[in-house]
């Protein structure tokens, strides 16, 4: 429902429509906006209409989850509670405060026959409103048409709109006539003179700018403001704040929507990056496994086929989110760049430590473990601050390869070195991220390394890489209960069959 239509409400009601003809009309509208269970309206603590009609008030008493929306000058007893409201902003409340003073205005004009000309200005304010904030984000475009619409109907020659991060003024009409350090102090305290108003523009999210007009038209020249001019004046200051807000509100919904949507695409050139099946090499047998916490993730694998031998890399960017996903990537392309080469392993993860140490900033460093596989089952790996890698035997027994050095990126001129190992038919390596061990419980109790040494040696290897990773996974569900993991987790297995 968008907010026009509850300002319309506003309008019916300053056309002469009663109270009571709009108030389950309003009601419906506003608990359809902020997307709650149920609405009561209420004059001076007396209810006028309840949605749906068949809640008591006994019902209403015992039901918790209640907000409630006043008017924000304490003017008038309108209040509107609504139960658990989704989407209850300050553009919504101001638009929902500006129909309960529309209400008050409407029955003070049939009170005391208040002036034509201030009726018709309510009138084609509310309506100028409506239609400005439904069809203008721009707040220089909006700016210009407000104080387009003020010149008009209070009669002056000269009106500025500043906005709150500005100095100069976005909507203007005739000359300046206050210097940036009175609109600065107009910012916090209203200015009001015979010759000038200015009024500061507050909404709940904060300051917004500060309106100026001066120099009021009269037939002799000009003539001071009476304290009618600046009730309307502060009225349709009310009006610009929920233009504002609404424009403001709206500029961030549809920010966030093309971040959401650039996300969405680096996190599907991501998927692409990675291996989409494992390669068809006779020997082997390989199953991966990721679970990013984000779109994009820090962590990323790879698995390569060069010479007849199998080429299998973990990383872990420190952080998470894009930047740390963009390092990975730059790590996995790396190493695409480089192992046709033929490096050592070894020499390999120095050119590496030494691209991302000029490359990232000081905080920025990735965790790299990368083993080689040859075809009569010699595996060599090396392992720059990453997690252990895991080498389960056929007997069940666990070895580990722990780090030789340091992460890559925290210092230049790291020395690392390669651990060879002879695999036997059936023996299967696992290469993990920290997300696994760091997996925490109810209690906040990690999951560990022991914990994955253990699961490791139990698991299912005779039954494939697969069911072995399933089974790794699972476990470590099994240790959180069910709760999301904090931190990006990949598992790569590969199981040696000669």
């Not at 009561?40 to 068949?54: A, E, G």
């Not at 009106?159 to 350090?181: I, M, T």
């Not at 696994?436 to 390394?449: K, P, W």
Request: charged fraction near 25%.
């Amino acid at each position: 429902m968008a907010l026009p239509d509850l300002l319309r409400s506003a309008d019916l009601a300053l056309g002469g429509q009663g109270t009571a003809a709009l108030s389950e009309d309003f009601l419906q509208k506003v608990v359809e906006t902020t997307g709650s269970r149920a609405g009561v309206l209420k004059s001076c603590d007396t209810d006028v209409v309840r949605c749906p009609r068949s809640m008591s008030r006994q019902v209403e008493q015992a039901t918790e989850g209640w907000s409630s929306v006043s008017p924000s000058d304490g003017r008038g007893g309108w209040t509107v509670r609504l139960l658990q409201p989704e989407c209850l902003d300050e553009a919504v409340m101001s638009a929902i405060r500006l129909v309960f003073r529309a209400w008050d205005l409407s029955a003070e004009l049939k009170r005391s026959q208040f002036d034509e000309r201030f009726h018709l200005w309510e009138l084609e304010a509310i309506r100028a409103i409506a239609t400005t904030i439904g069809g203008l984000d721009d707040p220089v475009a909006l700016a210009e048409e407000l104080v387009a619409h003020l010149v008009a109907l209070l009669g002056v020659r000269s009106a500025h709109l500043f906005l709150d991060s500005s100095e100069e003024a976005v909507g203007r009409f005739g000359p300046e006539v206050l210097g940036p350090e009175v609109v600065d102090q107009a910012r916090h305290t209203a200015i009001v003179t015979d010759d000038v108003i200015a009024l500061p523009l507050n909404a709940d999210s904060g300051p917004l700018g500060v309106l100026v007009v001066a120099h009021k038209e009269a037939r002799a020249g000009t003539e001071a403001f009476a304290s009618q001019d600046r009730s309307l004046l502060e009225l349709f200051a009310l009006q610009v704040t929920v233009a504002l807000e609404y424009a403001r509100l709206t500029r961030e919904s549809l920010e966030r929507d093309r971040l959401q949507r650039e996300l969405e695409v680096a996190a599907t050139i991501q998927r692409h990056l990675l291996p989409q099946c494992p390669p068809d090499l006779p020997g082997f047998r390989i199953h991966a496994l990721s679970s990013p916490t984000r779109h994009v993730a820090g962590d990323t694998h790879d698995i390569l086929v060069q010479d007849g031998d199998l080429v299998v890399t973990v990383t872990d960017v420190s952080g998470k989110g894009v930047g740390a996903g963009l390092i990975a990537s730059g790590v996995q392309a790396g190493v695409r760049l480089l192992v046709p080469e033929d490096f050592r392993l070894e020499d390999l993860a120095c050119r590496l430590n030494g691209f991302l140490f000029g490359a990232t900033d000081d905080n920025r460093f990735a965790t790299f473990a990368m083993i080689r596989i040859m075809a009569d089952g010699s595996l060599y790996a090396v392992n720059a601050g990453h997690c252990p890698i895991l080498v389960r035997r056929c007997d069940g027994r666990v070895e580990q390869i722990a780090s030789s050095g340091l992460p890559l990126g925290i210092l230049d001129g790291v020395v690392y070195t390669t651990e060879r190992h002879c695999l036997t038919s059936g023996d299967t390596v696992f290469l993990y991220t920290d997300g696994l061990t760091e997996a925490e419980n109810l209690q906040e109790e990690e999951f560990g390394i022991d914990r994955l040494v253990d699961l490791v040696a139990c698991s299912p290897c005779d039954e494939g890489p697969e069911a072995a990773g399933e089974a790794v996974f699972a476990g470590v569900e099994a240790h959180t209960e069910g709760r999301p993991l904090h931190d990006d987790a990949t598992l790569v297995v590969v199981q040696w069959v000669g």
